[in-house]
């Protein structure tokens, strides 16, 4: 798996470098804005909000222009905001320094697990929908009214797990586990996240129904 480290502070992407590298992984380490940009593709970002040239979450809304390769945000910052910005923007993870590099790997393959699985992909049709909404699931392409909307990797997913039995209940817990491979109590702040950018993106709240202390269900708003 080729991972791509963008941190300018040499104290911190040396031995993390030299730890990944140990582990299996291969590595390209850079430490600015602009060479992150300039590297070609790899499996996974590990990315740094302070960098000298530009902030990484620049970064990352460039990179979510052409790609839609997986993005851990690693930072000293810890403050909701910082992971609420990072979440909005399309990071598919969050880990705040000082962390270990178990728990690092633990999220790197759980993202890369999700980034290969949208959830029920191979139990529902490539193609779904549910009056004006259509979502397809091979080119992940998802309009209403025949108005093509512009998601992010993480709410096409929840939208995906939702149209699979429009008006069931999906729980908390079961998009936690299908979609962040974990049941951290700390991702369930990302869930409200992406369901209230999903909600306002898709122009009416009634899309995405709270089924209150369990979960989400796909709604139809009214004409």
């Known amino acids: 798996m080729r991972l791509l480290i963008v941190e300018d502070e040499d104290s911190i992407a040396i031995p993390l470098?030299?730890?990944?590298?140990?582990?299996?992984?291969?590595?390209?380490?850079?430490?600015?804005?602009a060479q992150a940009l300039a590297a070609p593709e790899p499996d996974l970002i590990l990315l740094d909000l302070r960098l000298p040239d530009m902030d990484g979450y620049s970064v990352a809304r460039e990179w979510?222009?052409?790609?839609?390769v997986p993005i851990i945000m690693v930072t000293a910052r810890g403050e909701e905001v910082d992971r609420v910005v990072g979440l909005e923007i399309g990071a598919d993870d969050y880990v705040v320094k000082p962390f270990g590099l178990?728990?690092?790997?633990a999220r790197i393959n759980a993202v890369m697990r999700r980034s290969g699985d949208s959830g029920a992909v191979d139990e529902v049709p490539d193609e779904m929908s549910s009056g004006d909404l259509e979502v397809s699931l091979r080119t992940r392409r998802v309009t209403i009214g025949g108005q093509e909307l512009h998601l992010t990797p993480r709410e096409f997913d929840i939208l995906a797990m939702l149209i699979a039995?429009?008006?069931?209940v999906v729980s908390r817990d079961d998009l936690l586990r299908r979609l962040w491979g974990t049941t951290w109590a700390v991702q369930t702040k990302a869930i409200d996240v992406h369901v209230s950018s999903l909600r306002r993106k898709?122009?009416?709240?009634?899309?995405?129904?709270t089924v209150r202390g369990v979960g989400f269900r796909l709604g139809t708003p009214s004409a």
């Open 102 to 105: 178990r728990e690092l790997i």
């Open 17 to 33: 470098a030299d730890g990944l590298r140990r582990e299996g992984f291969e590595v390209e380490r850079v430490a600015t804005g």
């Open 165 to 168: 039995d429009p008006g069931a």
């Open 202 to 209: 898709m122009g009416d709240p009634a899309w995405v129904e």
């Open 64 to 68: 979510r222009t052409r790609s839609r």
